[in-house]
Nanobody, 115 residues
Framework: QVQLVESGGDLVQPGGSLRLSCVASGNIFSIVTMGWYRQAPGKERELVARITSGSSTNYAGSVKGRFTISRDNAKNTLYLQMNSLKPEDTAVYYC?????????WGQGTQVTVSS
């Protein structure tokens, strides 16, 4: 069973940057399309960005041009570089497979954007 561990969240001021990481257990990470998801208080979980095994990427309109998803298959690690952060980016961020989130959800990492 694949386990996911997210890290890198923090409290940051508007306009700031953060880099999130997600380490996956198991040996199938390199062949799976992965995604970053987020859930804000009172809202449903949403897909933020996804990346194929060949590193083709796709972004939600709200983060396009500000966030960059990447992966290091040798390290079984997924990244999300977040720049120009806005208060509306505040949420718990998770990683999982895409389109079917078949892995067990990790604990997520909290990102808070506030002055």
């Amino acid at each position: 069973q694949v386990q996911l561990v997210e890290s890198g969240g923090d409290l940051v001021q508007p306009g700031g940057s953060l880099r999130l990481s997600c380490v996956a257990s198991g040996n199938i990470f390199s062949i799976v399309t992965m995604g970053w998801y987020r859930q804000a208080p009172g809202k449903e979980r949403e897909l933020v960005a996804r990346i194929t095994s060949g590193s083709s990427t796709n972004y939600a309109g709200s983060v396009k041009g500000r966030f960059t998803i990447s992966r290091d298959n040798a390290k079984n690690t997924l990244y999300l570089q977040m720049n120009s952060l806005k208060p509306e980016d505040t949420a718990v961020y998770y990683c999982n497979a895409y389109p079917s989130q078949w892995a067990s959800w990790g604990q997520g990492t909290q990102v808070t954007v506030s002055s």
